[in-house]
């Protein structure tokens, strides 16, 4: 239903990851040009803090910040609003590469994910062992589960210790889109 690219970049211990994605065949009728993800920050001993994430849907005028400050704690959100930042608090898409930086050593791990417009907290449980096809044959990984407080989300991540824990696969349900499903095509 669509094609999305993720490009991860960094300086020194800056980064910047980026991804755009688009609807495509029937998809296109209700979810009309290029949606961009972009989060930057610092790679720290513990991995990716973030310092800001933006949402884009569409165009630039329908663009969306959050700013993480850690120094007063607090993450400034859309429209003014204002939360509370933990340390294991990151963006949608430092999550996806914060085992990369810092591979999981627990089996259950609580986070918390900040978006433009709420943090929310979120157990992540290691689930077993699973070996799964991609694009470039098999790969073993590690089957993960995130699950949110109110129990209405859950995503199912199959992240590659050979790839030092990238996310090979990754599903999402529970969410207002339905279903969302993304497999890496290649490193």
Do not use: C
Request: aromatic content about 10%; hydrophobic content about 35%; glycine content about 8%.
């Amino acid at each position: 239903v669509g094609e999305a690219v993720y490009r991860f970049e960094h300086a020194g211990d800056e980064y910047q990851i980026t991804t755009i994605g688009e609807a495509k065949g029937l998809a296109a009728l209700f979810l009309r040009g290029q949606g961009k993800l972009e989060s930057r920050g610092l790679i720290t001993t513990t991995g990716l803090r973030p310092h800001e994430y933006a949402v884009e849907r569409g165009s630039r005028d329908r663009r969306e910040t959050a700013i993480f400050d850690w120094e007063t704690g607090m993450v400034m959100l859309f429209e003014q609003q204002s939360e509370a930042l933990e340390l294991s608090t990151f963006d949608p898409l430092t999550l996806m590469w914060q085992a990369y930086f810092s591979p999981p050593v627990d089996d259950i791990q609580d986070i918390s994910i900040a978006t433009t417009r709420r943090v929310a907290r979120y157990t992540l449980t290691r689930e077993g062992e699973e070996t799964i096809v991609w694009a470039q044959g098999e790969i073993a990984t590690e089957r993960w589960r995130r699950s949110s407080e109110d129990g209405n989300l859950h995503a199912t991540l199959w992240l590659a210790p050979s790839l030092r824990y990238v996310p090979v696969r990754m599903r999402v349900t529970g969410s207002y889109r339905g279903i969302i499903e993304a497999t890496l095509e290649a490193t």
